[in-house]
Nanobody, 115 residues
């Protein structure tokens, strides 16, 4: 059974850095495109970034371009999101899933950017 586990969130001051990790276990077959999403209370999950199976294609939403970096380690079944120059607007619960959001959702990891 596929399971997703996100970690690495926390409280950070504006301008700070965090690195999130997403571990996907139990997924049969070849690697797939994995995406990071984020959600604030009362709103839908929004796409933040995604990375193709072997990292050749990467996408970022405009609001995080130049600040966030997505990467992956297929040996460890892990996708990372390094977030720099964090802003209060980045505060959200961060989740990962495949791009079409068909895997069971993990618990997410809370990122709070505040002074």
């Amino acid at each position: 059974q596929v399971q997703i586990s996100e970690s690495g969130g926390g409280l950070v001051q504006p301008g700070g850095t965090l690195q999130l990790s997403c571990v996907v276990t139990g997924s049969p077959g070849s690697p797939t495109t994995i995406a990071w999403f984020r959600q604030t209370p009362g709103k839908k999950r929004d796409l933040v970034a995604h990375i193709s199976p072997f990292g050749s294609t990467i996408y970022y939403v405009d609001s995080v371009k130049g600040r966030f970096t997505i990467s992956r380690d297929n040996v460890e079944n892990t996708v990372f999101l390094r977030m720099t120059q964090l802003k209060p607007d980045d505060t959200a619960v961060y989740y990962c899933n495949n791009l079409v959001q068909t895997l069971p959702w993990g618990q997410g990891t809370q990122v709070t950017v505040s002074s």
